[in-house]
């Protein structure tokens, strides 16, 4: 049987010590609910916020997406290829800019709507929380992300500029 050593790290640097692997271990478990759930509609967790976006408002240009989503053009254009292969969306040249591409829900993506009505729900269930809490955690993680997105407010007492790279 191995005994367990003590940590040869400072606490700050101990893994269960960081947000940042909470934030990621609980995103891959949310995931992982979401998997048999999205399975059954034939979707990816990315398609499903896609079509998320697209519920709420249907027929907008790819960039307002992106923004919604925070993923650029460039990872999200792959995506809405697929969606429309399935035949859940339609991409078409803005008449009054070609270069921007709007996206457009087909009556097969409406209809998609109906039978995910009950997603949120199995996923609530799931994580046997309360809906005052949900939002309450749901609204502290979007604090946290419009905070880091902001580039924080670090002070350089916490948070020194890092030291300078020698030269080769």
């Known amino acids: 049987m191995l005994s367990r050593l003590p940590p040869s790290s400072p606490p ?30 034939g979707l990816t967790y990315p398609q ?3 079509l998320l976006v697209l519920w709420e ?7 307002s997406i992106g923004e919604r989503l925070f993923l650029d053009s460039g990872t999200l254009t792959p995506l809405l290829k697929r969606l429309e292969a399935a035949g859940w969306l339609q991409r078409t040249r803005d ?6 591409v709007r ?4 009556p097969a993506g409406r209809a998609l709507q109906q039978q995910a009505r009950s997603v949120p729900a199995c ?7 309360e809906l005052p809490q949900i939002h309450a ?5 979007q604090a946290l992300r419009g905070t ?4 924080g407010m670090a002070t350089d007492s916490v948070c020194p500029p890092p030291a300078p790279q020698a030269q080769p």
């Open 48 to 50: 499903y916020l896609v």
């Open 57 to 63: 408002q249907d027929d907008l240009p790819v960039s």
């Open 103 to 106: 996206i457009a829900l087909t």
């Open 95 to 100: 008449s009054a800019d070609e270069r921007r």
């Open 137 to 141: 955690l749901k609204c502290q993680l």
């Open 123 to 129: 996923v609530r269930a799931y994580s046997q929380l």
């Open 148 to 151: 880091l997105a902001a580039g």
């Open 12 to 41: 700050e640097l101990l893994l269960d010590h960081q947000l940042c692997f909470a934030l990621y271990s609980a995103s891959l478990a949310m995931t992982k609910v979401y998997k048999p759930l999205l399975d059954a509609l």
